[in-house]
């Protein structure tokens, strides 16, 4: 069974940047597997943030972007702000109706 | 704006059963697929299962294939998730969302409710 990879947590100062990943634990990400990216902070519903690879979902500031880096989708922060430090979820299309998110990043920012 | 709105959400004994509502308005809802998405305690979010716009189409995640079942009700702008044979690893928030779609073809989870929490204990 295909997992999906993403590292467990993470770390930016205030104003930086990072680039989160989102991989598979056999073959490579495309955009055959839309990927699309969440935030979600403790006692929240999940925020979605990116959908279809490189798609902003309304309100979402422009700091915020997908892509494919190599063989990963990822998802960048630029001038990353202290209210950004939440855990932030992908999930890939599998095939045949069936998604499956990844374990969560844990950002945090210092 | 879209709004959804779980509801039937509660304590239930280990090979109970449980029906979940997503109540949904904003927007025409015979036009969307809808999933449903659980997050246990301590853990990540879970793709559980999708729906088709018209119902028939149905897709779920392999650990709950079999025991639950999902369906929708247009005329009443309704999404559900039944629950059986509950298991303790089964408790969990559970949220609806509605699809991104760009015409026929729908995609990951774009606009989601608030979740209504499942506790499977006895």
């Excluded at chain 1, 960048?76 to 939440?86: P, R």
């Excluded at chain 2, 690893?89 to 779609?101: F, G, L, Q």
Aim: aromatic share 12%; hydrophobic share 30%.
């Amino acid at each position: 069974q295909t997992v999906v990879t993403q590292e467990p947590s993470f770390s930016v100062s205030p104003g930086g940047t990072v680039t989160l990943t989102c991989g598979l634990s056999s073959g490579s990400v495309s955009t055959s597997y839309y990927p699309s990216w969440y935030q979600q902070t403790p006692g929240q519903a999940p925020r979605t943030l990116i959908y279809i690879t490189n798609s902003r979902s309304s309100g979402v500031p422009d700091r915020f972007s997908g892509s494919i880096l190599g063989n990963k989708a990822a998802l960048t922060i630029t001038g990353a702000q202290a209210d950004d430090e939440s855990t932030y979820y992908c999930v890939l299309y599998m095939g045949s109706g069936i998604w499956v998110f990844g374990g969560g990043t844990k950002l945090t920012v210092l | 704006q879209v709004q959804l709105v779980e509801s039937g959400g509660g304590v239930v004994q280990p090979g109970g059963s449980l029906r979940l509502s997503c109540a949904a308005s904003g927007f025409t809802f015979s036009s969307y697929a809808l999933h449903w998405v659980r997050r246990a305690p301590g853990k990540g979010l879970e793709w559980v299962a999708v729906i088709s716009y018209d119902g028939s189409n149905k897709y779920y995640a392999a650990s709950v294939k079999g025991r639950f079942t999902i369906s929708r009700d247009n005329s009443k702008n309704t999404l559900y998730l039944q629950l059986s044979s509950l298991r303790a690893e089964d408790t969990a928030v559970y949220y609806c969302a509605r699809a991104y779609c760009s015409g026929p073809t729908c995609y990951s989870p774009q606009h989601w409710g608030q979740g209504t929490l499942v506790t499977v204990s006895s």
